[in-house]
């Protein structure tokens, strides 16, 4: 069985500020793991996939995500968030056909 | 490329109405997924298609929930009877391929049941 735990509903960072979304998962098997951003009413977004090749990911818009097995963790961050940073963040486990999603962490970024 | 389409965008019901929601992959994908999506929650796995294959209708949540998918492209997503529980975002994404590789989302559609 898989299954993905995200930290924190909501988390509010200042813009310049360094963004940390936390994620881990379970996962029977080694794991594909992924990160979509969401924008106010559209579809999800891909912004990084590990797929067990390098522990450290890099994605799109300055993120970034590093594998820990060790910890079954794969937390999102970005050394500095901007404005336009602010929308909803999905992490997802696959180790069969359909991914799972974690519920999503809000990401406000205050002036 | 096109990426993923749905229609409607957004749909206003009446209780008890049925509802056709349509999506349209990307073309070449063989994988094809619906989700719900309710105000705060995340995403709740409805349906999943790939090829030829029998689709995994696991987590459609009642019987008045069906999905068919045409010629291995446009799929569509029927609720009957609809409730106001069933009011939420439906999602469908489609993959190039199952397992490891990321999906492809379309925009949603809106449902709204009075």
């Known amino acids: 069985a898989q299954s993905v735990t995200q930290l924190g509903s909501h988390v509010s960072v200042s813009e310049g500020a360094l963004v940390l979304l936390r994620c881990n998962y379970s996962?029977?098997?080694?794991?594909?793991l992924f990160w979509y951003v969401q924008y106010p009413n559209q579809g999800l977004q891909l912004l990084l996939k590990?797929?067990?090749?390098?522990?450290l990911v890099k994605g799109i818009n300055g993120f970034e995500a590093e594998f820990k097995k060790s910890e079954t963790s794969f937390h999102l961050t970005k050394p500095s968030a901007h404005m336009s940073d602010a929308a909803e963040y999905f992490c997802?486990?696959?180790?069969?056909?359909?991914?799972?999603f974690g519920r999503g962490t809000s990401l406000i970024v205050h002036p | 490329g096109a990426g993923v389409s749905q229609s409607p965008s957004n749909k206003v019901t009446e209780k008890g109405k049925d509802v056709e929601l349509r999506c349209d992959p990307i073309?070449?994908?063989?994988?094809l997924y619906w989700y719900r999506q309710s105000l705060g929650q995340g995403l709740e796995f409805l349906i999943y298609?790939?090829?030829?294959?029998?689709?995994?209708k696991s987590g459609l949540p009642s019987d008045r929930f069906s999905a068919e998918r045409t010629g291995g492209s446009v799929s569509t997503l029927t609720i009957q009877r609809t409730q106001q529980e069933d009011s939420a975002v439906y999602l469908c994404?489609?993959?190039?391929?199952?397992?490891?590789?990321?999906?492809?989302f379309g925009p949603g559609t809106r449902l709204t049941v009075t």
């Open positions: 298609f790939q090829g030829n294959s029998a689709p995994d």
């Open positions: 994404a489609s993959s190039p391929r199952q397992g490891g590789f990321e999906q492809y």
């Open positions: 997802a486990v696959s180790d069969r056909v359909v991914p799972t």
């Open positions: 996962s029977s098997v080694p794991p594909y």
């Open positions: 073309s070449g994908h063989t994988a």
């Open positions: 590990y797929t067990s090749a390098a522990t």
